[in-house]
């Protein structure tokens, strides 16, 4: 029973929160963003958290660029499969310092269940759906941590500092956003 339970909590998070990849282009602004206004250091103690890290192109970036612990969490095994042949094939490449990708820590498992406690900066690319079910999970961060929601805003979070900041991302086409807050209690 139990067993059956948890394939179908699998089955329903993947509805609900489908793989759709952060552009990179915009994983550039949404971290200098980070360095000019919240605070994010290169070769500090700081930890970053990708809730949902799909294929951990968000995970490897935030390791290589900054030198801090960066961990990713996902649900689904594909994609871990592939975060974990990326990791292998730069591991082989040999171009980055070992110390350098021994900061990327990648694991399957369910965001849901994940204590927050120790992350400086906590990354969601979610759906404004699901964001009900995130408050319990939100509230398990320490107080000052920063949590960037990219393409949504995140609505009724007490604990947050509402509007913290918004920044835009533009191109010919359309705008989009990413939001950063800081956990205030
Ligand atoms: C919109 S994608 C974002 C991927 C990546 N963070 C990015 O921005 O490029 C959301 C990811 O969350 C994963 N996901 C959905 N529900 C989850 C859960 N309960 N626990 C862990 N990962 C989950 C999905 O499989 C998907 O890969």
Excluded: C, W
Aim: charge should be positive.
């Amino acid at each position: 029973m139990k067993k059956k339970q948890k394939i179908f909590e699998k089955f329903h998070s993947q509805l609900d929160l489908p793989f759709l990849e952060t552009d990179n282009e915009l994983l550039e602004e949404i971290f200098q963003t980070l360095e000019a206004k919240f605070g994010l250091k290169t070769n500090s103690n700081q930890k970053f958290v990708d809730l949902g890290a799909g294929n951990g192109n968000i995970v490897i970036y935030t390791a290589l660029n900054y030198n801090i612990k960066s961990y990713g969490i996902e649900i689904v095994h594909n994609l871990i499969n592939e975060a974990k042949i990326k990791i292998k094939s730069l591991k082989k490449e040999g171009i980055y310092n070992k110390s350098l990708l021994k900061k990327i820590k990648i694991k399957l498992g369910d965001f849901y269940l994940l204590n927050l406690k120790d992350y400086d900066f906590i990354y969601i690319y979610s759906l404004p759906s699901m964001q009900k079910f995130l408050q319990h999970v939100f509230i398990t961060a320490k107080k000052g941590a920063i949590i960037i929601s990219h393409k949504y805003q995140l609505e009724g979070f007490k604990y947050l500092l509402k509007d913290e900041y918004r920044l835009a991302h533009k191109n010919d086409k359309q705008e989009i956003y990413s939001f950063f807050y800081k956990k205030i209690s």
